[in-house]
């Protein structure tokens, strides 16, 4: 939508959410008149005509007891017209609308069609079975071929469809929850009302979801209905009274509310899912490759010759390469059973065969007997891998269909022991049981990575209202959930997020849930500004509160230290630091941070004893290096500290700001050349690193360590002439 059209779209949306009804029929007349022949305006007119009738009975002084019952109808009226003409002009300017608009257009479902076609479907499927064998193969095909191509358009039918009335929700509701409708349909369509409802909210297919969620006694069909509605809610608009009243009434049930906390931390697991994608191909996957026994070429796939003089120049090799490997698939085993979605960075490659092409194919639950995979199944007939992969494989649905169409397409150039091993029952390594794959955790997973890969990857899906991202995909902080039981599941969902190291969700929450008497709550604020926020001020404050609540608490005295420090408070840093360490003296790591903290705080004395104790614990750290030469000059050792700097900047592991410190150390001795040299060093290092200041001088970074300079008998002078020499060279 282009910017114009959407801020006038936004503008009569907000106008309808506050009910101004005249004002938002003067805006959508507006609209209406500069695009003509979108969309006919009779609605329009009967709605402007009705209001116009109404303002002039108030002004003749009626009094209507009816009034405002008349109001809100004329206010819905003027919403679903708006709708209409939001998906008309969606049908005409954006690709996935206009697709899915040419694939159903020139067809009618009616609901005598619709019901018609399902029932005898499954009607049909049933009575193959009184076929003659030789027969049956045909007709099947015939039959799903056909099915097939009906569900296709009415998928796209109602994504595109206008507002229905309560007689379309009542039928679909019915039809949705009938035992005489094939249950891969009946998703179908509740993914078609999902699409819809999230693009263009129409309470009554809203209503479709919701009921079906309640009602429905299959549970894909539940989990499918209730991620359908929990995804409408990114929908913009919710003006009808009837929506808030089917949200509050589901989630009176405690059963509703655990479900859509669950629900939420696997959506939080969706969003992990790049970061997960990356951690697996950086760090597992180089593993496997480099430690299996496989030769892949362009035309085939083969074992590799095993060396005969291995096992005498290294006996203990093979079970080292396979513990290797068997580690590696253990990581992603365990990620998975965490609820991380390992396979989407590998089949994320595999979304390009027609087959994705259809819209529908994204949705549609796994079947043998799907048209447009027949010609695969055919290439991988005489091998159980299919069987396997529908009855324990542990992918989603659009994985089956992409492994499947993957498979056959390699299969003839795989060896033949390879080909046999596709047969065995070991052949997807890691299953699921029947079991676990009833369980509405497993369902739920599943879609949601259905989904994922959908809205990620499908060619139009910047065209949809995106239900990941991150003005969406924290649904529990909603605002309707505010006064229900959802609302207090945040404490529990704060300390998921915060375990799975999940920014975004953390900060959402963040806004959402505050209680300075809760101890968890106060910490996990502090952590937030510190590590995500970067605002050390603000989670002082929380830490702060958090100390004095609980002074035994050492997590959140680490933190109150570090937010010390990075506030400059290098005193109160180092007390901080001081409690710790007298807690844990073989922490080097904390000892550590305790010497940093007393150098920036002047107590060189209290800091030198104990950073050559670590010297001589830790003589080859580079960290303990840089703290003993800062010191050391702190001291005014200049000779020892300008021995440290050098086997600092002769290490591998110097760091930009080492070359700054390192030219103080140069300038206090009177070597002003090497000064400048090494400041030079520290720019040439900050541009290139990106942290160079705007006006490529040093300026800004000596002036910050003033007063340290000073103590060491460099005058204001002498400090403008070295930032002179430096900037001019």
Known sequence: MENKDKEQFEDILDSLSDHALGLSLRQVRSFVNEHPNMISSADLEDIEHDYALMLGYMRRGYIDPQRESVYENLVNRLYNFVSNLNMAYKIRNEAFFMEAARKSANHTFTHERVRSELENFVTDQAMLSLDPEEERAAKSKKIYEGHNRFMQTLFCSIIVSSQWSEGDSDFYEELLLSPLVDTIDIQLIISALTLAVMNNMDINKFSVLINVYRKADNEKIRQKALIGWVFSLSADMRIHEKFEKLVLATVKDPKVVKELVELQKQIIFCTNTEEDTEKIQKDIIPDLIKHNNLKITRNEISEKEEDPMQDVFDPGADEREMEKVEEGFQKMVNMQKEGTDIYFGGFSQMKRFPFFYNLANWFCPFYPEHPEISSAMEKLAGTTLVENILESGPFCDSDKYSFTLAISSIISHLPKDMREMLNSTEALGVTVGPEEQASATYIRRMILQDMYRFFRLYSHHKDLEDPFNVSNFMFITDIIFEDTEVYKTLPELC????????????????????????????????????????EPYSALRYLSMLNDMEPENKKALSLLA??????????DAAECYEELYEDDQENNSLALNYCVAMAKAGMYDDAINLIYKLNLDMPDSVNVMRVLAWTLMGLNRLEQAEKEYLRLLNSDEVEVGDWLNAGYSAWFLGNINDAVERFKQFMALSKEHG??????SITDDI???????????????????MIDLVDSE
């Open 703 to 721: 002036l910050d360590d003033f007063d340290f300079i000073a103590e060491h008998g460099i005058s204001s002078t002498d400090v403008q002439l």
């Open 495 to 534: 300390a998921f997020a915060f375990k799975h190291k999940n920014k975004d969700a953390l900060a959402i929450l963040m806004t959402k849930y505050y209680d300075e008497n809760d101890p968890k709550n106060l910490y996990l604020h502090g952590y937030y500004e510190l590590n995500y926020n970067k």
């Open 562 to 571: 570090r937010a010390y420090f990075e506030c400059g408070e290098y005193e």
């Open 691 to 696: 942290i160079t200041k705007e006006d490529d």
